[in-house]
């Protein structure tokens, strides 16, 4: 994945009015455009995240850990700033929620996600009983 594919991943994902993209943009100076809600963030997250990955062009590839490792200090600023209101911090979140639904396909060799185990109930212990039969009773009550 370039790093143009990835930035375009994560505008279509969290919102074109949170990351606005330049279409025309040849430079990471110029993608981002200055109508974006929280224009110096998206600026510091775009920044960390090409200079991060070593990126000399905007089709230069990337990786999902460099990228992870480039969002944690601008995540960490924005978290401890006395000035960062709800929206950034959320915004910020929802940059790392994408951030890993963009590289999700691309991660080969990560386990799968933990599947739902079914016990078997053991001797002696609580049975669930289903209240579906039992929902339209009427219950006498004394008050």
Not at 4 to 13: C, D, N, V
Not at 36 to 51: D, G, K, M
Not at 108 to 131: F, Q
């Amino acid at each position: 994945m370039t790093f143009l594919e990835m930035i375009e991943q994560l505008a279509a994902g969290i919102g074109h009015h949170q990351i606005p993209i330049k279409a025309d943009a040849r430079h990471v100076q110029g993608l981002v455009d200055s109508s974006a809600l929280h224009y110096e963030l998206v600026v510091q997250v775009v920044n960390a995240l090409y200079a991060a990955n070593g990126c000399k062009h905007l089709t230069d590839p990337v990786t999902s850990r460099l990228s992870f490792d480039a969002l944690a200090p601008v995540r960490r600023r924005v978290l401890s700033s006395a000035r960062t209101d709800v929206d950034a911090v959320r915004l910020i979140d929802e940059l790392g929620a994408h951030l890993h639904t963009v590289f999700q396909p691309d991660t080969g060799g990560d386990p799968e996600p933990p599947r739902e185990r079914r016990r078997e109930p053991r001797a002696g212990a609580a049975a669930v009983v289903p209240l579906a039969r039992f929902r339209h009773r009427r219950v006498k009550t004394w008050a």
